[in-house]
């Protein structure tokens, strides 16, 4: 037995004396990683013609760059539209497809002006929608409907029951489709306000047919997330009885296998999802109980688990990786700042801002761990695009060279298992245009064009990278009660429709 006990422990002590330099190289390797610098080439992507791209018409998170490397989206023309859909510059707009340099105007169905893409999945097919040129009599406008784009062909998923309206918002690798589409139901509430006087039904599209979802037991529903499993996530009343704000109480839901299921609620009367992975783990936020305030919330296997703050009143979740990694922002202590944050095996951790600002939000992440958003001053201000990778905090807009003049704003911001970050940027005088940075690695490294850490000329005087700040770092008291309101309203994004669009 001694003898047993003996080689055992020789064994686990031979073991472990081989086991450090292992431990050793591997955090050395580590370390170098952190302090290799980054490269990204910069590309700005072009119009078609008109001053601006849009990457986010309906206010629903998209997914509009692939791990292929494939940007899709909406930019204007040079013709004007009569109907003014693309407020406020009322610019006849098209869906793109951005690959390998290349920008395709992807076009309309026959006789449509407007059109748009909203997300694009890993096969390169794109979801939006387009109009048709048919006036819609409920809103007087050319109505809209839902298509998918297969390499330069236009299918239209159409409607339900005779509705004049659809819009597809997500597609997953199978080429199944969800989104929002019309029946003829006449609906005082409308929940998504899209589509006003008729229900608002979420849909899932496959094999060419369209069907409508149901709902959670109120008259509307939109689906928001398909992923390759055929699960959908969204949005539902569950009930036709208004609340203190007027409308019934929308609840996020998790659908499968011809089941919706609510998701519940933690307290509040408004909760929506932000993010659904492929191991069926939805991510969003919702209101507590007396709608005040709000939470980020996982939900997984049947559970709802209320994910905290930093220490404040306030947060949201802004997407999921296949890991479970989440991303958001919360307000720190006595909410003095709202800080990026990433969520992992129960624990929160606050990712910090830019030197230089004192809030941030994350807004993606890759399967890496690399994640995107935005720094910006809690008083107001502009947003500044930002990348958290290995414990580093990196200024986005050092790698835009000064002659571009394009300030990178991380709003719509989104990163793939590449290391490619795509999103929108804007121009002096306030034209919004989209960028992608590449990476200067493999292939792509000695690409003409890389740029390293601070070699912009305004970033090196104003805006250099450089170690985290912390949110105890911070600017105390600087983000006022006032401010917060209008964070809340702008980052929780609340669907309340078009301006163009007034309900009857």
Same mark, same amino acid.
Request: hydrophobic content about 40%; charged content about 20%.
């Given at each position: 037995?001694?003898?047993?006990?003996?080689?055992?422990?020789?064994?686990?002590?031979?073991?472990?004396?081989?086991?450090?330099?292992?431990?050793l190289?591997?955090?050395?390797?580590?370390?170098?990683?952190?302090?290799?610098?980054h490269?990204?080439?910069?590309?700005?992507?072009?119009?078609?013609g008109?001053?601006?791209?849009?990457?986010?018409?309906?206010?629903?998170?998209?997914?509009?760059?692939?791990?292929?490397?494939?940007?899709?989206?909406?930019?204007?023309?040079?013709?004007?539209?009569?109907?003014?859909?693309?407020?406020?510059?009322?610019?006849?707009?098209? &869906? /793109?497809? +951005?690959? =390998? %340099?290349?920008?395709? !105007? @992807? *076009?309309t169905?026959? #006789?449509?002006?407007?059109?748009?893409? $909203?997300?694009?999945?890993?096969?390169?097919?794109?979801?939006?929608?387009?109009?048709?040129?048919?006036?819609?009599?409920?809103?007087?406008?050319?109505?809209?409907?839902?298509?998918?784009?297969?390499?330069?062909?236009?299918?239209?998923?159409?409607?339900?029951?005779?509705?004049?309206?659809?819009?597809?918002?997500?597609?997953?690798?199978?080429?199944?489709?969800?989104?929002?589409?019309?029946?003829?139901?006449?609906?005082?509430?409308?929940?998504?306000?899209?589509?006003?006087?008729?229900?608002?039904? &979420? /849909?899932? +599209?496959? =094999? %060419?047919?369209?069907? !409508? @979802? *149901?709902?959670?037991? #109120?008259?509307?529903?939109?689906?928001? $997330?398909?992923?390759?499993?055929?699960?959908i996530?969204?949005?539902?009343?569950?009930?036709?009885?208004?609340?203190?704000?007027?409308?019934?109480?929308i609840?996020?839901?998790?659908?499968?296998?011809?089941?919706?299921?609510?998701?519940?609620?933690?307290?509040?009367?408004?909760?929506?999802?932000?993010?659904?992975?492929?191991?069926?783990?939805?991510?969003?936020?919702?209101?507590?109980?007396?709608?005040?305030?709000?939470?980020?919330?996982?939900?997984?296997?049947?559970?709802?688990?209320?994910?905290?703050?930093?220490?404040?009143t306030? %947060?949201?979740?802004?997407?999921?990786?296949?890991?479970?990694?989440?991303?958001?922002s919360?307000?720190?202590?006595?909410?003095?700042a709202?800080?990026?944050?990433?969520?992992?095996?129960?624990?929160?951790?606050?990712?910090?801002?830019?030197k230089?600002?004192?809030?941030?939000?994350?807004?993606?992440?890759?399967?890496?761990?690399?994640?995107?958003?935005?720094?910006?001053?809690?008083?107001?201000?502009?947003?500044?695009?930002?990348?958290?990778?290995?414990?580093?905090?990196?200024?986005?807009?050092?790698?835009?060279?000064?002659?571009?003049?394009?300030?990178?704003?991380?709003?719509?911001?989104?990163?793939?298992?590449?290391?490619?970050?795509?999103?929108?940027?804007?121009?002096?005088?306030?034209?919004?245009?989209?960028?992608?940075?590449?990476?200067?690695e493999?292939?792509?490294?000695?690409?003409?064009?890389?740029?390293?850490?601070?070699?912009?000329?305004?970033?090196?005087t104003?805006?250099?990278?450089?170690?985290i700040?912390?949110?105890?770092?911070?600017?105390?008291?600087?983000?006022?009660?006032?401010?917060?309101?209008?964070?809340?309203?702008?980052?929780?994004?609340?669907?309340?429709?078009?301006?163009?669009?007034?309900k009857?």
């Open positions: 037995m001694k003898s047993r006990k003996l080689i055992l422990v020789t064994a686990m002590t031979l073991f472990t004396a081989l086991a450090i330099p292992v431990r190289a591997a955090q050395e390797q580590n370390q170098q990683e952190r302090a290799k610098p490269r990204y080439t910069f590309v700005e992507v072009v119009t078609l008109g001053p601006n791209f849009s990457s986010n018409f309906t206010g629903a998170p998209n997914t509009l760059l692939n791990n292929r490397g494939t940007l899709a989206g909406g930019a204007d023309t040079i013709e004007t539209d009569p109907f003014c859909l693309n407020n406020p510059d009322c610019f006849v707009m098209h &869906a /793109f497809r +951005w690959r =390998d %340099g290349v920008v395709t !105007d @992807l *076009g169905l026959p #006789g449509g002006a407007n059109s748009q893409a $909203f997300w694009v999945n890993g096969r390169g097919l794109i979801a939006g929608m387009s109009q048709n040129g048919v006036i819609d009599p409920l809103l007087g406008i050319q109505a809209l409907k839902a298509v998918v784009w297969d390499d330069g062909d236009i299918v239209n998923l159409g409607t339900l029951e005779g509705g004049y309206e659809s819009l597809a918002q997500s597609i997953n690798d199978r080429g199944q489709v969800t989104g929002i589409a019309l029946n003829t139901v006449p609906d005082p509430f409308a929940c998504c306000a899209f589509f006003p006087n008729t229900q608002n039904r &979420a /849909f899932l +599209w496959k =094999d %060419g047919e369209m069907q !409508d @979802l *149901g709902t959670l037991g #109120g008259p509307d529903a939109q689906g928001k $997330f398909i992923n390759d499993r055929g699960q996530a969204g949005i539902s009343y569950v009930s036709f009885e208004p609340t203190s704000s007027g409308e019934p109480q609840d996020p839901f998790l659908w499968e296998d011809g089941v919706m299921m609510d998701l519940g609620s933690l307290g509040g009367t408004f909760g929506e999802p932000e993010g659904l992975n492929n191991r069926g783990q939805v991510v969003g936020d919702m209101n507590l109980a007396g709608d005040v305030t709000g939470h980020p919330f996982l939900w997984q296997r049947g559970s709802l688990l209320d994910l905290g703050t930093l220490g404040g306030f %947060g949201l979740a802004r997407a999921v990786n296949d890991s479970g990694e989440i991303v958001g919360a307000t720190n202590q006595n909410d003095q709202m800080l990026a944050f990433v969520w992992q095996k129960g624990v929160m951790t606050d990712l910090g801002t830019l230089g600002y004192d809030c941030s939000i994350g807004q993606n992440i890759n399967s890496r761990g690399q994640i995107v958003g935005a720094s910006f001053s809690c008083a107001g201000g502009a947003f500044n695009a930002t990348l958290w990778d290995n414990g580093s905090v990196i200024d986005l807009n050092s790698f835009v060279p000064p002659t571009a003049n394009l300030h990178l704003i991380g709003d719509d911001i989104y990163i793939n298992d590449r290391g490619e970050i795509a999103g929108t940027g804007a121009l002096p005088n306030g034209d919004i245009r989209a960028f992608v940075l590449i990476p200067c493999g292939k792509h490294a000695d690409d003409e064009g890389c740029r390293d850490e601070g070699e912009s000329i305004v970033a090196e104003q805006r250099t990278s450089g170690p700040t912390r949110s105890a770092d911070a600017t105390q008291g600087r983000l006022k009660p006032e401010t917060l309101a209008v964070l809340r309203t702008q980052l929780a994004r609340r669907y309340r429709g078009f301006a163009a669009w007034p009857e």
